[in-house]
T-cell receptor
Framework: GDSVTQMEGPVTLSEEAFLTINCTYTATGYPSLFWYVQYPGEGLQLLLKATKADDKGSNKGFEATYRKETTSFHLEKGSVQVSDSAVYFCAPSSGGSYIPTFGRGTSLIVHP | NAGVMQNPRHLVRRRGQEARLRCSPMKGHSHVYWYRQLPEEGLKFMVYLQKENIIDESGMPKERFSAEFPKEGPSILRIQQVVRGDSAAYFC????????????FGQGTRLTVV
């Protein structure tokens, strides 16, 4: 089945710093790739997605590029804000049922 | 268009009791997924259902846990004879199905077994 490896958290940054959260995956066939974000006490919500190789997903200043050759989908943001503090999940979705697969997530803490 | 609705948000059960968690998917969605989240462990897939059918239950414990998604009404995750180790946040997600579609999550049910 699918699996995902994300960098260990928490990632602690100062406001306006550059963010990278690494994600590599193994998947059956040709997956779609998603990043979800979870704010405290809430469910997950979609942040961005990419559905084919070299696609770049982007939303709210976050970006991630589908790299098929390295099976990676790293999340980046040029200038983080305190309000970006949350847990971020990379999720491939493939196979016959396209069940999203999640890992441990990466906690991001942004200080003023 | 209402989002995915889960209830209750918080549920306290004594050891040995039954827990019933409900999930109403988004309108038009026929695919439902249940996940369990423990602190520091991320989301673990439990079961995937379509209307009246269990498609994949590879993440469900073999005993005490069951799930259904009837033709009418919400999806139900049922945990019989709960134990302390069942304490977790349980999330439901729905989607219209298909390769490129995202899953929409509810706010979760936080089960505490005392």
């Amino acid at each position: 089945g699918d699996s995902v490896t994300q960098m260990e958290g928490p990632v602690t940054l100062s406001e306006e710093a550059f963010l990278t959260i690494n994600c590599t995956y193994t998947a059956t066939g040709y997956p779609s790739l998603f990043w979800y974000v979870q704010y405290p006490g809430e469910g997950l919500q979609l942040l961005l997605k990419a559905t084919k190789a070299d696609d770049k997903g982007s939303n709210k200043g976050f970006e991630a590029t589908y790299r098929k050759e390295t099976t990676s989908f790293h999340l980046e943001k040029g200038s983080v804000q305190v309000s970006d503090s949350a847990v971020y999940f990379c999720a491939p979705s493939s196979g016959g049922s396209y069940i999203p697969t999640f890992g441990r997530g990466t906690s991001l803490i942004v200080h003023p | 268009n209402a989002g995915v609705m889960q209830n209750p948000r918080h549920l306290v059960r004594r050891r040995g009791q039954e827990a019933r968690l409900r999930c109403s998917p988004m309108k038009g969605h026929s695919h439902v997924y249940w996940y369990r989240q423990l602190p520091e462990e991320g989301l673990k897939f439990m079961v995937y259902l379509q209307k009246e059918n269990i498609i994949d239950e590879s993440g469900m414990p073999k005993e005490r846990f069951s799930a259904e998604f009837p033709k009418e009404g919400p999806s139900i995750l049922r945990i019989q004879q709960v134990v302390r180790g069942d304490s977790a946040a349980y999330f439901c997600a729905s989607s219209p199905g298909g390769k490129n579609t995202e899953a929409f999550f509810g706010q979760g049910t936080r089960l505490t077994v005392v």
